[in-house]
């Protein structure tokens, strides 16, 4: 079964401190790889998203890595706010299609 | 302000009951999915179609659950009979559908449903 694993399951950091979320996935037929933002009561709603053939891509404060060889990328936050404190999943799209796989998710609090 | 809605937001019913979720997609979305959100489980994927057809509903159980499109302007899950196990959170998204080019789904409040 396609898989994506998230990790840490939860994380607090300090105010203006870098937040780092790690994605691993098993399947190398993924060629969309976004990451969703959810605040309680919410629906997700998608922060950033990269596709595999870039290592890197920036938005403000927001940064993906992306490993190709390892099926590997990561959400950095940098300058983490308390207004970033919500659930992060990292997700896989199948490539050609639309299935999308979600990760467990990582409960995220910006301590102020 | 183009959104996805979700009706009825909260539901509670008895086990055996039949359930109906609706969602509208946003207007010139052509994918509309079906996701369920448990505390153990995540973020599943139930179903999901394009152009109103079904293309995958593997993550659903077939005995129970149903998904269609009747138009481009709603989606409907239904489970029948429900079972306490199915209380969850079910969200709709929907999406440009274009490969290769803005696959962000945008999903709607979601529907609570809890089943005793």
């Known amino acids: 079964q396609q898989q994506v694993k998230q990790s840490p399951q939860s994380l607090i950091v300090q105010k203006g401190g870098i937040s780092i979320i790690n994605c691993a996935y098993e399947?190398?037929?993924?060629?969309?790889f976004p990451w969703y933002q959810q605040f309680p009561g919410k629906g997700p709603a998608l922060l950033i998203a990269?596709?595999?053939?870039?290592s890197e891509k920036k938005e403000g404060r927001f940064t993906i890595s992306f490993n190709k060889s390892a099926k590997q990328f990561s959400l950095h936050i940098m300058d983490s706010q308390p207004g970033d404190s919500a659930t992060y999943f990292c997700?896989?799209?199948?490539?050609?299609?639309?299935?999308?796989?979600f990760g467990a998710g990582t409960r995220l609090f910006v301590k102020a | 302000d183009a959104r996805v809605t979700q009706t009825p937001r909260h539901k509670v019913t008895e086990m055996g009951q039949e359930v109906t979720m609706r969602c509208q997609p946003i207007?010139?979305?052509?994918?509309v999915f079906w996701y369920r959100q448990t505390m153990m489980q995540g973020l599943e994927l139930l179903a999901y179609?394009?152009?109103?057809?079904?293309?995958?509903d593997s993550g659903m159980p077939k005995d129970r659950f149903s998904a269609e499109m009747p138009d481009a302007t709603l989606a409907t899950l239904k489970i029948q009979p429900s079972e306490p196990r199915d209380s969850a959170v079910y969200f709709c998204?929907?999406?440009?559908?274009?490969?290769?080019?803005?696959?962000?789904?945008?999903f709607g409040p979601g529907t609570r449903l809890t089943v005793l």
């Open positions: 998204a929907s999406g440009l559908g274009v490969y290769r080019e803005k696959d962000t789904q945008y």
């Open positions: 399947n190398t037929a993924f060629d969309y």
């Open positions: 990269i596709r595999p053939d870039v």
């Open positions: 997700a896989a799209t199948q490539a050609g299609g639309f299935k999308t796989i």
């Open positions: 207007l010139g979305h052509n994918t």
């Open positions: 179609f394009r152009n109103r057809a079904p293309l995958d």
